[in-house]
């Protein structure tokens, strides 16, 4: 039987493996459009509140939703999410520049599910804070301090206890917790998963 297989032309191994090849192309495709369907979706979702909030609460008092618990109010952050490292505006301008290369640069290899979703949130949160830092006041086209633009935030939960942030920072957030289990687990960026047992055949 396996004569007349070999003698007919029909691979006996190698065509499984092509088959698994060929169906890793259109796989990889699917969690790029997951990728690239999260990413924007964060980002205009974040340009758009910030933009609300400019126009309805800037220089207003801060609207309170739930007393002592969650309210809007706008502030203009030059440092990291949740306004860490304020006074670094530029550092994080061109560290956020550099996390948006290094997650399209990663994309080419993506063939995971969860990691197109964690990269989505950290390409559409990087992108929405390095559009403030890059446009808004006091950086921006033109102007004499250039990527040092302000990141707009306005969440505020527990007020007075807790920085204030915005939905990118969120994403960036969410993401960054997800990339950390997914390595904790093993998830590889190529949906491969390192479960450590060679290493544990090695040692015994």
Known sequence: MRGLQAAGGAPLTDGGAGDGAASAVPSGRRRVAVLATIA????LL???????V????EGREPLVVIPDLLQFRVIFNSGA????????TIVFTFVAAGVVIAILR?????RSLPW????????????GNLTDRVLRWPAGFGRDAPFQGYVVDFIETFPGRFPVWNVADAAIVCGGVLAVLLAWRGYQIDGTRDTGEKEGRNDG
């Open 40 to 43: 924007p979706i964060v980002y």
């Open 81 to 88: 999410a949740f306004s860490i490292g304020t006074g670094m």
């Open 46 to 52: 974040d340009l758009i509140t910030k933009t609300i």
């Open 116 to 127: 197109a979703v964690t990269l989505g949130l950290l390409l559409g949160g990087a992108l």
């Open 106 to 110: 990663t994309a080419r290899h993506l």
């Open 54 to 57: 400019l126009r309805t609460l």
